[in-house]
Structures are given as structure tokens and as C-alpha cells.
């Protein structure tokens, strides 16, 4: 999900592949071929309009590509549940082979056939990389990812043979990639295992005090990214999760999810929307404000000036837990990701406010060009074809 100093500048165009839209469903009626990354907003515009689901129906072969765990997502969405039959999900880490309609670009042959290959980018529940591979090239799109440093060298489809390691890595042509902590501020972050690991012995040591004190997780609106913390407060603690109604409609049906939760406000861990200062008086979750501990999961907060100069991985700030857990990769993972693959050019798809391409060129050591604006690329539709 794009944070507050965040710019979200990708438009859903791959230059190579201008005949597909990624992450963009706006204004789509001349591409042949979707693909959606994850279930965050900034990623989903235009995914509810009329317009889309108007092109769907009227365009045959036209689909939309994901992972299988975000198409479970959108199916029990009620905003997107109607686009269930236009969504195409993907096997993760395995190469499909997607034939576009004969008509494609402009009846050129060697641009209806190109694979896909879906790596898991560790950002949250189905977010996935698309690793695309065709006579354009070998093109990598990250979406929002988190990748340890040197966890890139596991997954088999950057391996030139899997079953041959010392043959190494592909040649990536382009990556498109997340730069949304590109910048020296956030230079390292603490892995999700030990911020959760923090996590839950702050959850641990305050409901041990009696029946009657609760934990509420404070998170961001609709926004999918904690879940992993469920299933670990669930497997540590044997607690479930109390979360919303929206929620509980989507994580039911996700086998890894659904015995971390419950809709029971008598749990002792809480997530479900009802400790804003204006509810949480008047919620049956928290009948004892003073017995009330309110953690927040945050990322940016930690980065603004003179809020932790000591990089604790958790702050207290007035009685309000503060833990650094991002999921987004720290300027770190991303200069390794970087040169690891050893792309030959980088597109940033999100950067922070005021860091320039120069500036990002320099901490990544690579060339770095940025998007296309969708609206004009229409006029070299004709050079990519």
C-alpha cells in the first residue's frame, strides 16, 4: 500500500509489452491482456468502474491474471465479486503461456504469445511479481514486495535452469520495481519475523494480566498486510483474532487465515475497526479503556525526524505501541534485489516524495527511466508492435 511521502507514479504500462495493462484497470479498452498484482488500493484504480466491467463483457478473450489468493479476495468482495468470471488465476511458480486474440497488435504474430511466471513478493495475502518472458525480452514487475537480502537467489524462475544452479541467473532486460523506501532514510528495517516476534510478547505480557485486558491492533482502513501476524498470534498464544465484518467475509475463505479469526468481541486481541477514539467508548470490544493496549504497525511513522532516533523496533508513544513492520523492502533489500538480478534498466513504479531519478540511479547503481504516462504512450503504440 503507497505511504503517505510515497509518489505512485507507475500507470499500468510495461514499455515493452504496451499491449497489456498492469496494476491500472483505467481507461483500458485498447489492451489485450490484465494482470493485478495485489488487493491495495493504489493498485486496483479502476478495477469497480462500469467501464471495465463493460470491456470485459464485450471483448472476448480479454481477462484479467492474478494469483489465486487474490482472486479468492475479489470474489468475496462485494465491491468486485461480479468480475469473478473474468479473473484468471495463476499457479504460483509456474510459467503459463498466454495467447492474446488473433487480432492483437496490430496482427503481429510474435507478440500474441508471451509466459508469465507468478513469484511471491512477501507483501501481503496473494501479492505476487510478474516475471514476463518474450520476443520483447525478459521483463520483471514487482508490484508492493518485500524481499529479504539474498532471498531472490531461491526462486527458480530467475534461475536461467533450475536444475542447474551454477548455470546462474536470467538476464533481466527491465525491472519494474517498488522504490517506495528507496531512499537513505530508510536504509534498514527489522525482518517481519522479528517485529512480530516483539509483537506478541507485547500482546503476551499484557493479557497475562487478567481476563479483562485486550490488545487492539490498529490498522490502516480496508488495507490487507497484518495477517501474517494473526496466524502467528494464533499459533503462539492460541488466540484468535477479533476482526470486522468486511473481513471476516474475505479471510473465511483463505485456508492459512481462517482459524486465526472470529467475530467473538470477547477475545482478548483485537483488529476489527472499533478502537477509534470516537467508538472504542461505546464498543462491547473494550468495556475498559485503561485496560486497553493499542499496538500500531507502522512504517513511515518511524522514519519522520526525531521520532526513533535509537531504531527500537518498538516505540511508545503516549501508551500507544508503535512497531516497525513494514511491508515494503528497506533501501538495503532493494540495492540487494538490484544486484542480485543485475537488470540492464529500472523503472521505480512508487518512490518517496523529492527523491529524484538521479538520486535513485546513484543508490541502486543502475539506469533508471521512469514511466510512461498512459495517455501518451498511445502515440508509440505502433513502435512496440
Known sequence: MAQDSEDQIFQGVINEIPFISVDYFLDVQSSLALFLSHCHADHMKGLDSHDLYQTLQTKPGFFIYCSEKTKQILTDWPTYSKLGRYLKALELNHTVKIDLPDDSCNGNANKTTFCVTTIPSGHCPGSVMFLYEGSFGTILYTGDFRIAKGD???????????????????????????CTFCTDSAKTFPSRQISVDVTIALVSNWISKSPEHKV?????????????????????????????EFKHKIYKNLTDLRNAISRQHTTSVHACGEGTVSTKKHSPCFKDSSKL????????????????????????????QRVLYSMH????????????????KVTP???PNKVSKEKIQQLLNCEVVLPVNRFLSRENYEDYS
Not at 523492502?329 to 540492464?344: G, T
Open 152 to 178: 531472490c537467489r531461491k526462486f527458480q524462475a530467475f534461475m536461467s535452469n533450475p536444475s542447474r544452479p551454477e548455470y546462474g541467473l536470467k538476464t533481466i532486460d527491465h525491472v519494474y520495481l517498488d
Open 216 to 244: 487492539l491492533f490498529s490498522l490502516a482502513g480496508r488495507g490487507f498486510g497484518a495477517e501474517f501476524l494473526f496466524v502467528e498470534v494464533h499459533r503462539r498464544l492460541n488466540i484468535q483474532v477479533h476482526i470486522s
Open 293 to 320: 493496549l493499542t499496538i500500531r504497525l507502522t512504517t513511515q511513522w518511524h522514519l519522520m525526524e526525531g521520532k526513533n532516533v535509537d531504531h527500537r523496533v518498538v516505540v511508545d508513544e503516549g501508551g500507544i
Open 329 to 344: 523492502s528497506s533501501l538495503e533489500e532493494i540495492q540487494d534485489f538490484v544486484k542480485i538480478l543485475q537488470p540492464y
Open 349 to 351: 513504479i512508487a518512490k
